[in-house]
């Protein structure tokens, strides 16, 4: 006891010291996990099997916005939680009225927890209720699943005003922030889905200290006037994916401050608001960096900043860094890209330079038009001025008015055709319209609105242009040999970051390690070495500095996330805007697409009209020119494998792309709007087409294919849109299809578009076991409710030639062509194509092709109005098409008569009479060619049967007088 208050003094010193560390301390970014919701879909509401649901109203709640039913949303919270098989809270329809309430955790319940919306949640309107500074708030949580169609009403519109007054001082007073309607801390694994915000009083939705949530489908809605309601507030978090969001409110769509990393939003539509905001930051003591903030593929109406960094000046130190925002469209924006490090320096501020670091952002394909002459305006620190500020590709336009920039303590990069606004020059600081400017700007505001929405309505009319091809790059060279260049610079993904573990996200580094190649003014490469690599979607954009083709070689395995959620781009792994490309290497691209198949099987076996989405793409190519792809493997990709799209001069050589026979719209190489595109050596065997060619492609040819599983080689489907390009100059070479649905297939929409696909050649085409080997499908998708409608595609100048093999199926020439527009100009050349022992068919609609040749098995059609029918191999249904003939027991023989189309004379009869003299006479001799060769090819299996017999029963005989002797 004598030590004890001997030491007093010191024991005090001390605490003191350990709380004063405490406190000194900065906040520490919460962990984040393994992601449980990878590989799953997440947009589908599931009730497990035996799952409990406590409903609101069981509790006591009154669905009648009037009675405070927070005690039974309290109650019925408890009882999910606490309890230990799966359960939910329900909120069936009706109106309740709930004040301030915990959702706290942890839970007992197999997580994730969920909570069902499907009513309308009321806030109270009286402030003073509002003790925890929020209103429903989420925390202590692993695994929550907020999701429904209800709604949460804030009911803010009397607390707005009490905002208003108190931000209206600029004396030092801090106002109090207004409680926000959904808070979620320490939360992990969570989806936020499908539900509504309407006027909260501050926030929508405060998300802090959490890691991997989801917010997808959400719509936030507050008057414009309605002050500190921005949508999704997010702070001290990881890995957060928004998705699909509609916001429209008073202050930022989204605001991003310290300590957020990995935070992705995709689909986002906003207006009006304040836009999407990077900060503020710099505001505070010791804030932890933002890192790797993405916005891709958002639309901006109408707001007062479209793309935002905001920083403090005379604060505190802070950094932000690798931030792109990507294919942006803006209307009507304000501010349309803004970095402002002098945020809030009222009149009364000293001016002192802000001490945030801004590193590595990028303004890539942002278009649109805007209110403000200034459409870029970039100002930094003096003391820490921005690093690495890219602009590519911006066309911000004010009506005929000329847009400006504005660029202060910075040297942006641009890349890109389109820099409108002009680029700032070196060393430039402010520069401003003139008052005369404005006043033209002003008055004319109401002409330039009406011009921009002409143009635009203009600009959805024009039909899509086919890119335009230059000089081939890469004629004459040898590309199949990748040599490394004196001087090359190799950027090893590793160098940067990537773990190849297959479980660490390796996104940044890969984006990291492109930059660094692109931005380069020497002969540079991405290197990707052996090992697996998690990489999620994102893009290799262009225009690059280093001297092209720029070279991206791949060794390892590149894997995509199995989440198909966090896919909001449509497509995996993007290239764009390049003029010269290698993607070269040993490597494989794994889409991890499994899991992802099974729900678009579901949506496929739809028939009501409704259309599938398209799932993700492994490989999605668009505006590139002079590329190589070649030597690498893509395996079980969500969706295609490889997309062509707006390209030109491409090579596409030695891939090996597979997937399993089962897997959906997995096609091979997908080609649309290109011209110039060369495959060749290619192997491919997946679910859907080996290779599709739909509208705009010109100059296609395919060489040494090798085909199958799949669906064989398809032209199109054509004539789905409006004012489709054509299709011209395929060519299929030396190709081998084995085991394929379809072999060499042309397919249009019937009561669709016109469209119109010429100078097509098939040629040396091996099948093996090919089900339809030859097809012209102009009745493509023609469901039993199809109006049947004649196609409006013209199909003109096509040939087969040396088409041969083996097929399962008798009709082994389908060729069933528009009535409006019959196909013109179609040979067949030395066609041979068995179904074994069993002759094989024709069949023709619409069309009246050339033959040539010696060899034409099936025989060739001869009749223009000829259409199949039944028949019969020995008792053995083979095919039904036409009328069913069932008195024919012998295989199907092409006789000079047609089938008679009335049911008494097919009843009666197995053969009538055409009334045509002239048809019977023209297609006499060949039919009875025909039947010979049939009847002979019978006889031939009858008499090898019957020597067989003799042969067996002769030397049994013989066996059997062996036997008695011995």
Not at 397 to 418: A, E, H, V
Request: proline content about 6%; charged content about 20%; hydrophobic content about 35%.
């Amino acid at each position: 006891m004598g030590i004890a208050k001997q030491n007093t003094l010191f024991i005090t010193i001390i605490c003191f010291a350990l709380a004063s560390y405490a406190v000194a301390r900065p906040r520490a970014r919460p962990y984040s996990g393994p992601d449980v919701y990878r590989g799953r879909n997440v947009a589908r509401d599931i009730l497990f099997p035996g799952e409990k649901v406590n409903n609101v109203l069981d509790f006591g709640a009154q669905p009648d916005g009037e009675f405070d039913s927070t005690q039974a949303f309290m109650e019925a919270w408890q009882a999910t939680c606490n309890s230990t098989v799966q359960s939910r809270v329900y909120v069936p329809e009706g109106r309740f009225l709930v004040s301030p309430v915990f959702f706290s955790g942890p839970c007992m319940t197999p997580h994730p927890v969920t909570v069902k919306v499907d009513g309308t949640i009321i806030a109270p309107t009286d402030l003073s209720v509002f003790d925890n500074d929020e209103w429903i708030i989420f925390q202590n949580l692993n695994g929550l699943r907020l999701i429904g169609q209800g709604t949460f009403d804030g009911q803010g519109t009397d607390s707005w005003q009490i905002t208003e007054k108190c931000e209206s001082k600029r004396d030092g007073f801090r106002c109090v922030r207004n409680p926000s309607s959904l808070f979620f801390s320490r939360v992990n694994d969570a989806i936020i889905q499908g539900i509504r915000s309407v006027n909260p009083k501050g926030f929508h939705i405060f998300v802090t200290n959490c890691g991997n949530i989801r917010l997808r489908k959400l719509k936030l809605t507050a008057p414009e006037f309605s002050p500190n309601t921005d949508g999704i507030h997010v702070s001290h978090s990881n890995n957060v994916i928004m998705s699909r969001n509609t916001i429209a409110t008073g202050d930022d769509c989204v605001s991003i401050i310290q300590g957020s990393v990995n935070i992705t939003m995709n689909r986002l539509t906003c207006g009006p608001g304040h836009g999407v905001s990077i900060g503020s930051l710099g505001k505070y003591a010791d804030e932890l960096e933002v890192k790797g903030i993405r916005l891709i593929n958002a639309t901006l109406i109408g707001t007062t900043n479209g793309l935002r960094i905001k920083t403090w000046p005379d604060r505190f130190p802070g950094s932000a860094s690798n931030i792109f925002f990507t294919n942006i469209n803006m209307v009507n924006v304000k501010n349309p890209i803004i970095i402002d490090q002098e945020y809030e320096c009222f009149p009364n501020c000293q001016k002192k330079p802000s001490l945030v670091k801004l590193n590595n952002i990028q303004f890539n394909n942002i278009t649109g038009t805007t209110i403000s002459p200034v459409a870029v305006d970039l100002r930094c620190s003096k003391l820490f001025p921005c690093n690495g500020v890219v602009l590519r590709n911006i066309d911000l336009k004010l009506g005929f008015l000329p847009t400006l920039s504005r660029c202060f303590n910075i040297n942006p990069i641009y890349f890109g055709g389109l820099q409108i606004p002009p680029a700032c020059g070196p060393g430039e600081e402010y520069i401003n319209l003139s008052e005369g400017t404005m006043g033209i700007a002003k008055q004319n505001t109401l002409f330039i609105t009406i011009i921009c929405f002409a143009l635009a309505s203009s600009a959805v009319a024009k039909p899509r242009a086919r890119p335009h091809s230059g000089p081939d790059i890469y004629k004459g060279r040898n590309v199949a040999k990748d040599t490394l260049l004196p001087g090359e610079k190799v950027n090893n993904v590793l160098d940067f970051g990537a773990q190849p573990d297959g479980e660490f996200d390796s996104t940044q580094a890969f984006m990291d390690a492109w930059q660094a190649t692109c931005k380069s003014t020497v002969q540079s490469r991405v290197y990707v070495p052996e090992g697996r690599f998690l990489v999620s979607s994102m893009f290799f954009s262009g225009p690059c500095m280093t001297p092209h083709p720029v070279t991206v070689q791949v060794d390892g395995t590149i894997l995509a996330p199995t989440d198909i959620s966090e896919f909001e781009n449509d497509e995996w792994l993007l290239f764009q805007n390049l003029n010269g490309l290698r993607l070269i290497g040993q490597g494989t691209f794994d889409g991890q697409g499994k899991d992802s198949w099974k729900y678009t099987e579901n949506c496929e076996s739809k028939r009501d009209g409704s259309a599938c989405v398209r799932n993700p793409s492994s490989l999605f190519f668009s505006r590139v020119n002079d590329a190589i792809i070649q030597g690498i493997r893509s395996v079980n990709p969500k969706g295609f494998h490889i997309f062509v799209t707006n390209c030109g001069n491409i090579r596409l050589r030695r891939l090996k792309l597979t997937a399993p026979e089962t897997s959906p719209n997995t096609d091979g190489i997908h080609v649309s709007h290109s011209i110039n595109v060369i495959m060749s050596r290619n192997t491919i065997a997946t679910g859907d087409d080996c290779v599709s060619i739909i509208q705009g492609s010109v100059n296609v040819t395919m060489n040494r294919l090798r085909c199958g599983p799949g669906h064989g080689v398809s032209i199109g489907s054509l004539g789905k849109y409006a004012d489709e390009l054509e299709v011209k100059g395929i060519r299929l070479i030396n190709a081998t299809l084995l085991g394929t649905t379809n072999g060499v297939r042309i397919k249009t929409w019937p009561d669709r578009f016109p469209g119109s696909a010429s100078d097509i050649f098939f040629t040396n085409i091996d099948m093996v076991n090919v089900k339809n080997p030859i097809i012209i499908d102009q009745e493509y998708e023609c469901f039993p409710n199809c109006k049947k409608k004649p196609s409006l595609v013209k199909l003109n100048n096509i040939q087969f030639n040396n088409i041969r093999g083996t097929t399962i199926s008798p009709v082994a020439v389908d060729l069933r062509c528009s009535k409006l527009f019959p196909c013109k100009g179609v040979i067949l050349r030395n066609i041979d194509l068995k179904l074994g022992l069993l002759p094989t068919m024709s069949r023709c609609v619409n069309i009246n092709p050339l033959y040539f040749g010696g060899l034409q098995v099936p025989p060739a059609c001869i009749s223009i109005k000829y259409e199949c029918y039944t028949y019969k191999s020995f008792g053995l249904q083979v095919i039904q098409v036409g009328r069913n003939l069932t008195k024919s027991t012998l295989t199907h023989i092409r006789f000079p008569w047609r089938a008679s189309r009335s049911s008494s004379s097919s009843s009666s009869s197995f053969f009538s009479y055409s009334s045509s003299s002239s048809s019977m006479k023209t297609s006499f001799l060949p039919n009875l060619i025909s039947f010979v060769r049939s009847l002979f090819a019978f006889s031939f299996v009858v008499l090898s049967a019957f020597i067989t017999g003799i042969l067996a029963s002769f030397f049994f005989s013989i066996f059997m007088v062996s036997e008695i002797k011995l």
